[in-house]
């Protein structure tokens, strides 16, 4: 972990597991996290494969988008509620059948939106790139660094509830 990311990869693995049992499924490796960046392994798996030897399209689409997640986990912090807005993605080239590589750069981190590029290699080779965005959770954001909780007019009184980092990640 970098002291700009707020998550290193064994508290990103064990986030995943925690909060998504059914990733055991795809055995996704966390390789490296560090500033906006995450690098995530794929290991080959038959059921992966289309007709005529190659990587599937949902595959790759799996990895980016998994890729992109844990990279924003890294910056922000443990937030379920980030979730897939807009993804594209270019296949360059037929992945061959080999443990597939997603290398996830956050290009803006906003209060509500995060936007980056996924490579994905299979064999070094470069397979294809994939731009996607996620919402942050609108229930939080970063303001003066500190997070800002919303929270209703009611009975309780208006306004927001400010808490520390480390409590609004664990709460």
């Known amino acids: 972990m970098t002291p700009a990311t707020r998550m290193s990869a064994h508290e990103l693995d064990a986030f995943l597991h925690r909060e998504f049992p059914e990733v055991d499924e795809h055995r996704f490796a966390i390789e490296e996290v560090r500033d906006r960046f995450v690098r995530v392994r794929m290991p080959f798996a038959e059921r992966n494969l289309r007709p005529g030897g190659t990587m599937s399209g949902p595959t790759l689409m799996r990895l980016a988008d998994m890729a992109m997640y844990l990279a924003v986990l890294a910056a922000i912090g443990p937030v379920a509620l980030a979730v897939t807005t807009n993804m594209s ?8 059948p080999s443990d597939l590589i997603g290398e996830a750069r956050l ?58 980092r480390t409590s609004a990640a664990r709460s």
């Open 107 to 164: 290009l803006k981190l906003g209060k509500r939106l995060a936007v980056g590029d996924v490579a994905l290699y299979s064999d070094g080779d470069r397979d294809g790139r994939a731009r996607d965005s996620h919402l942050l959770d609108s229930g939080r954001s970063l303001r003066g660094g500190e997070w800002h909780t919303k929270r209703r007019a009611g009975a309780g009184g208006a306004g927001r509830r400010t808490t520390s």
């Open 89 to 96: 993605i270019s296949f360059m080239r037929r992945p061959r």
